[in-house]
């Protein structure tokens, strides 16, 4: 251990001697530096260090090094910033000239011909002739006779061309005024010339508009030959974003049945792309005498569906009648993969008939998950849809299915309750309120529209009772409803079909917001300062008639009735006023005959002191109620 210390300390003080000492001698000898030396020899090292900085600033040093290399490039930045950073006089700097807009645009206009004249090598002098004479076609003063002298002047210019100019945006608008000018026997040559073009048109942005004018101008054969160059070809247009929508309207507006059985056919094999079948109408008959095919087919339909599903181009009648007709007949399993794709395209459906009843198979067949995200997707759509022909039906579906009526209330109630009267006025948006307070009661609804909506009874993701159900809507609304009668009395009984509405909601309602209800209507009906004659009205009429009606079962309930509200405020004046209507008298006499003894009594009391004056009335009404009145005493 020793020994080891002393080497270890010999070693430190050889260190030491190297770093003090200078270099030795031949015969190892040190020698000795003052302090003088040290201090001359640190300044002589600085003064270099200065040198070699500046000298490497102003000539970099070419290494082989990388680290070299990068050092030399940073000097060399630095030497040019600084050149750069020089003072510029403001005299010195001269202004950018402005090119002039009109060349400018002249430049753009010339190379636009340029690129146009490469590209109808043939064609581009014709167009431009054609042009001119458009130009006076367009005329607002054109006659009909020039019109057609003009057309088949264009038409002898396009001959044989019309294959190049129809895909280019101007001259295909020349063709499209042709078209709707000409002769039909020149419209005939003009598809003829066009008919192998047929279906790249169809695709193409500007060529399509002279399909959708030969279908409008052209007679029911030349229909028939456009659609028919469709067949084969029929997925793929629908599953284009130019073409789809051309397809569509042929499908809706000129197709005849048989052409859309055949165009329908597409989606169910391959094989019906090259030969049609009369006997194949819908999806069923395809597999119908062969079960071996059935799985085939439906996985078929399935990938053309979702094919077009994936391109969000779900506003077809022709897609969503496949899409109803795969849905009635595929598995579970197929079936809800589908109703995840169309849950959040569930507004679209509600636009047209058969995508009403796409969307009511998602919420019948569809799980809670789905339910809510359809809620979520209709609820800033709700006033429309409810207010729309067939969108109407999908609310009433998901009142029928729905068992969390409390997110119901939140989503889809609160919606309605904004735009209550406005929705109650509309010959659609009525159903949806009469739903709720009186649901599938045959007085307001067909038996039409029960019996749609009973094919969702009995739905695997449903577990409530239909009549709780229908209880708790019920009651999440009838308050609001009574409500807004009491404060807009003069909406809610203005027009005949807001009448049944008002009627519905009376009859359902009980308890202090009934009776505030019934006050309303009573003060509102008693008003001397109202110009009209209210009672005289037949809407009116016919609802305080069923109201009346309707007091023995309040009665039964223990609740106030109506009548005994009314009779509260008829005074003497306003019975005089109403008894010079014939509808005013019937109106008392059913008072009289429904009301409970004690109302009754009260209003023969007050009868009794204008008996002269119903003595004086010649109506029918008037004799009716002066021959009860005797019966009375």
């Not at 007679?219 to 084969?232: A, D, F, H, Q, T």
């Not at 969108?391 to 209330?409: E, H, I, P, Q, R």
């Not at 917001?513 to 037949?538: G, R, Y």
Request: net charge positive.
């Amino acid at each position: 251990m020793k020994r080891r210390e002393q080497e270890t300390l010999t070693k430190t003080k050889n260190k030491k001697v190297t770093k003090t000492s200078t270099k030795l001698n031949d015969d190892a000898v040190p020698k000795k530096v003052s302090v003088k030396d040290v201090q001359t020899k640190k300044k002589d090292k600085s003064d270099n260090t200065k040198k070699e900085k500046k000298v490497k600033f102003e000539k970099p040093l070419l290494e082989d090094s990388p680290k070299a290399r990068k050092n030399n490039l940073k000097d060399l930045r630095n030497l040019k910033n600084l050149k750069n950073k020089k003072k510029i006089n403001k005299d010195d700097i001269v202004p950018m000239q402005k090119e002039n807009w009109k060349d400018f645009k002249q430049k753009k206009k010339d190379l636009k011909e340029q690129r146009k004249e490469r590209k109808l090598t043939d064609v581009y002098e014709i167009s431009i002739r054609a042009k001119k004479i458009s130009e006076k076609l367009r005329r607002s003063d054109c006659s009909l006779v020039e019109k057609k002298k003009l057309s088949e002047e264009l038409h002898e210019l396009f001959k044989s061309h019309y294959n190049k100019v129809v895909f280019t945006h101007d001259t295909s608008r020349i063709i499209q005024l042709i078209i709707k000018n000409c002769e039909p026997n020149t419209l005939n040559a003009i598809f003829d010339e066009l008919k192998p073009s047929i279906v790249t048109m169809t695709q193409s942005k500007y060529a399509k508009n002279c399909v959708k004018v030969l279908l409008k101008k052209g007679s029911s054969e030349l229909r028939k030959n456009i659609i028919s160059e469709w067949y084969g070809n029929v997925i793929n247009l629908m599953s284009h974003i130019v073409s789809a929508p051309l397809i569509e309207l042929a499908y809706s507006t000129w197709a005849t049945n048989e052409e859309k059985i055949n165009l329908k056919q597409e989606f169910y094999a391959d094989l019906y792309k090259k030969c049609k079948d009369k006997n194949v109408k819908v999806l069923t008959d395809a597999f119908e005498n062969a079960d071996d095919m059935k799985s085939a087919i439906l996985s078929a339909v399935k990938t053309n569906i979702t094919r077009i599903l994936n391109k969000n181009l779900i506003n077809s009648v022709l897609l969503q009648t496949v899409i109803w007709e795969y849905l009635t007949n595929c598995s579970n399993t197929d079936r809800s993969e589908l109703i995840v794709m169309l849950r959040n395209v569930i507004v679209e459906l509600c636009k047209t008939k058969m995508g009403t009843k796409v969307a009511m198979l998602c919420i019948w067949h569809g799980t809670n998950k789905d339910r809510k995200i359809i809620m979520k997707a209709l609820k800033e759509n709700v006033k429309n849809i409810a207010m729309s022909e067939h969108g109407y039906m999908v609310l009433l579906a998901l009142f029928d299915s729905v068992d969390d009526t409390v997110l119901m209330k939140k989503i889809i109630l609160s919606e309605i309750q904004k735009d209550l009267t406005e929705i109650a006025f509309n010959e659609y948006g009525k159903h949806v309120i009469l739903y709720l307070v009186a649901r599938r009661d045959p007085h307001y609804f067909p038996p039409s529209i029960v019996k749609c909506l009973s094919q969702g009874d009995n739905n695997e993701s449903s577990k409530k009772p239909a009549n709780i159900r229908a209880k708790e809507l019920h009651e999440a609304v009838i308050d609001t409803y009574l409500e807004s009668i009491a404060s807009e009395t003069a909406n809610w009984l203005s027009k005949g079909p807001i009448i049944m509405v008002t009627l519905a909601i009376l009859k359902a309602g009980s308890g202090e917001k009934l009776n505030c209800a019934f006050k309303a209507i009573a003060s509102f009906l008693t008003n001397t300062e109202s110009e009209q004659d209210l009672i005289e009205n037949p809407g009116i009429h016919m609802i305080l008639k069923k109201l009346i009606q309707n007091d023995k079962n309040l009665e039964a309930k223990g609740e106030t009735t109506f009548g005994a509200t009314l009779i509260d405020r008829l005074t003497i004046n306003i019975l005089k006023q109403w008894i010079k209507f014939n509808r005013g008298c019937f109106l008392l006499i059913l008072l009289i005959e429904n009301e409970t003894k004690k109302v009754i009594n009260n209003l023969i009391l007050q009868l009794q002191k204008i008996l002269q004056n119903i003595e004086k009335e010649q109506t029918t009404g008037a004799s009716i109620l002066l021959g009860k009145l005797k019966e009375k005493k």
